[in-house]
């Protein structure tokens, strides 16, 4: 495990020395904090209507506010995270690094695990930022924390998906812009199983919508804690790595 983490440290400085970290952070910072105000504004002018009309309405925080905003948190993930991870490999075979790596007494294993919970750790402090604003809706609101420790488990599950995604496709080729691409090509193809499956309800069908991120997303993004969808994302988690060691393995045979 020593070796693991120092690969991991070595990436998280690799990313913070550069202007990939803060330019994600700053992108998602942005585009959420744009998001959560528009959700909080609008949630604000129909709890102003509500009381104008009595109190009729029934208001949740929960469902109006805090929903919305980590289920798009999650939509604008996708485009970020072959933003993190299109470098991880990649960037070593371009820069000829990579033989130094797979001549040196470090297994496959940790190397890969190391790059990956690196990226991993970049997008934990991306999530963190969103985190920040939803505990300003906690001093002002009285939601239910429950659903949001789930819907974030939800969101740090699916990350590591897609970047376990990018730490392989990263592993295929030596251009980083091509690694990006495919990563999100392949990540949005992902997406938008559970969409082509919406209206079929043949077995075909329901295995395709099984396999898309989204369709465990949403259990999450309710507050519902599925042990079935846990098992899902640990378990393509653990293929794509295995996919990456593989490839690894094959490097190291022609290097």
């Not at 960037?91 to 695990?113: A, M, N, W």
């Not at 496709?169 to 812009?177: E, P």
Request: proline share 3%; net charge positive.
């Amino acid at each position: 495990m020593r070796n693991v983490w120092v690969i991991c440290r070595k990436e998280l400085r690799s990313y913070f020395a550069s202007p990939i970290a803060y330019a994600v952070m700053a992108l998602f910072a942005l585009i959420f904090g744009f998001v959560f105000y528009m959700a909080t504004r609008d949630f604000y002018n129909f709890a102003f209507r509500s009381q104008m009309m009595g109190g009729l309405q029934p208001m949740n925080v929960n469902e109006q506010v805090i929903r919305p905003v980590l289920g798009f948190a999650g939509t604008v993930a996708l485009f970020l995270i072959p933003m993190i991870t299109m470098r991880l490999i990649a960037e070593e075979k371009r820069s000829g690094t990579i033989e130094l790596l797979l001549t040196s007494p470090i297994q496959d294993f940790s190397i890969i695990l190391g790059k990956w919970l690196g990226a991993m750790f970049l997008y934990l402090c991306v999530l963190g930022m969103s985190a920040l604003s939803v505990i300003l809706l906690f001093a002002w609101g009285k939601p239910d924390w429950k659903p949001v420790l789930v819907a974030y488990l939800g969101l740090i599950l699916q990350g590591g998906c897609l970047l376990a995604i990018g730490t392989f496709i990263s592993a295929l080729t030596s251009n980083q812009i091509v690694a990006g691409g495919v990563t999100f090509f392949v990540s949005l193809l992902l997406w938008i199983l559970s969409w082509s499956t919406a209206f079929d309800t043949t077995t075909t069908s329901k295995v395709i919508n099984y396999l898309s991120i989204v369709t465990h997303m949403e259990n999450f993004s309710k507050g519902i804690l599925d042990l079935k969808d846990v098992v899902f994302y640990v378990s393509f988690i653990f293929f794509a790595l295995f996919m990456t060691l593989r490839q690894m393995e094959s490097l190291r045979w022609r290097t």
